[in-house]
């Protein structure tokens, strides 16, 4: 397999300013030294509870949102040292389709210009071509080219993430970062578009990064996982070996709480006490201390790393 992207010690920090001169009293640390690899054709996921900083992570390495330091490199290319233009170019490879597809779709447009917008933009398709190449896509999408000339509060929730969907297609891309991508979704309709997603990475040899909070969707769509808390990783396994032997105290209690679709079968629910602690204020050593029952002495003073504990799987614990 070929690394398509690779990212080493990637973070945010958001300075915390008080006072007349706004004066930087602290900082957000809200992705704090973030290293993964993504190989070509593969589903990463990456699971969190909210505030972990997992959406942080997905637009930081997309640079939507300025990284305060790191590296990241793909297919070999050093994305920070890109200057605006070379920038621009270079996001028809990297694309993002976002979790309120109401929200990320101009409710002005009609789905024909939503999809003519970026082909027009990188100069993709010549002005004779547009009307087809937009048909093509909402056909790949599963919508009806007919369509086209309606507007997105004429769709479903489902209907509108297809149009998402779309729009991240349109330049051909080989990397998409899906941020929760069917969270505000039902339930029938999600195991539509992920089906879709499926697909599309078939046909079109996509690489995806996997944002989100639900595991049972993130089983069903990912090959690895990596487990986000409080902006670190804290566990990053295959998905069959995440799922069937979480090593991470606080991998164990996110599996504790999915539900297993077996009446007979007892499954036994670790509840975390204690709130996500405030990223303004991290606790010291492993910022994981507080909640965890399994906490030693020397994890409120020494950050764990994460280290390769058993082939192809890390995690980030003093127990290990
Ligand atoms: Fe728990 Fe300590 Fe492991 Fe952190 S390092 S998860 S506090 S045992």
């Not at 990463?44 to 305060?68: D, F, M, N, W």
């Not at 990912?222 to 606080?250: C, Q, W």
């Not at 009446?263 to 994981?288: H, Q």
Request: glycine share 8%.
């Amino acid at each position: 397999m070929t690394t398509l992207l690779e990212v080493r010690n990637l973070r945010k920090h958001y300075p915390i300013r008080k006072g007349f001169f706004s004066k930087q009293v602290g900082a957000v640390k809200a992705v704090d030294g973030i290293t993964l690899s993504v190989e070509q054709g593969e589903t990463l996921a990456v699971v969190g509870e909210s505030g972990c900083g997992k959406s942080t992570t997905g637009r930081a390495i997309l640079r939507l949102i300025e990284p305060t330091d790191g590296e990241i490199r793909f297919g070999g290319t050093d994305v920070r040292a890109l200057n605006p233009e070379q920038l621009r170019r270079f996001r028809t490879d990297m694309q993002m389709v976002f979790q309120d597809p109401y929200a990320s779709l101009d409710p002005r447009w009609t789905v024909q210009r939503i999809l003519e917008e970026p082909l027009r933009t990188h100069g993709s398709a010549p002005a004779g071509e547009l009307k087809s190449r937009v048909e093509q896509l909402m056909e790949v999408v599963g919508l009806s080219p007919y369509q086209a000339h309606r507007y997105p509060h004429e769709f479903s929730g489902g209907q509108r993430q297809r149009v998402g969907i779309a729009r991240a297609l349109a330049l051909n891309p080989k990397f998409i970062v899906c941020d929760e991508p069917v969270s505000a979704l039902d339930v029938s309709i999600q195991a539509q578009v992920l089906n879709l997603m499926q697909d599309l990475q078939e046909q079109y040899g996509l690489t995806y990064m996997f944002i989100s909070h639900d595991l049972s969707v993130v089983k069903f769509i990912s090959d690895r996982v990596a487990v986000m808390y409080l902006g670190r990783i804290v566990e990053l396994a295959r998905t069959k070996e995440l799922f069937a032997k979480p090593l991470h105290p606080y991998t164990q209690a996110l599996m504790s709480a999915v539900p297993v679709p077996n009446p007979g079968m007892k499954k036994e629910r670790i509840v975390l006490t204690g709130d996500v602690p405030n990223p303004e204020t991290p606790p010291s050593g492993c910022a994981f201390h507080p909640r965890c029952p399994y906490a030693l002495d020397r994890c409120r003073t020494e950050t764990p790393e994460l280290r390769e504990v058993d082939a192809g799987h890390q995690a980030a614990c003093h127990l290990l």
